[in-house]
């Protein structure tokens, strides 16, 4: 088993930044890989960025790409996203999810919220 827990959403300006957390335990990781998602209100739950555990490889959505960062932290089993320029479309549930066969284990989500 896998859990995660999500940390560091929060109200926001246009415009500005933040940075999520999630803490991940469990299992090896060595053969995962770590990703974000979003749920708009309304919306399908949609895929943001990933990064291999190990190698630290990253891909992006178009929509975030050059604005998001997706990073981990291996020896405190930690990923993060850095959001900068937010704008009110990434408001959104945060999930981090961990990839083994599929995106097999999900955290509970962290609210982000862009308003002025």
């Known amino acids: 088993q896998v859990q995660l827990v999500e940390s560091g959403g929060g109200l926001v300006q246009p415009g500005g930044s933040l940075k999520l957390s999630c803490t991940v335990s469990g299992r090896t990781f060595s053969g995962a890989t770590m990703g974000w998602f979003r749920q708009a209100p309304g919306k399908e739950r949609e895929f943001v960025a990933h990064?291999?555990?190990?190698?630290?490889?990253?891909y992006y959505a178009d929509s975030v790409k050059g604005r998001f960062t997706i990073s981990r932290d291996v020896g405190k089993n930690m990923v993060f996203l850095q959001m900068n320029s937010l704008n009110v479309e990434d408001t959104a549930v945060y999930y981090c999810?961990?990839?083994?066969?599929?995106?097999?284990?999900w955290g509970q989500g962290t609210q982000v919220t862009v308003s002025s």
């Open positions: 999810a961990a990839h083994y066969t599929g995106w097999n284990y």
């Open positions: 990064i291999a555990w190990s190698g630290g490889t990253t």
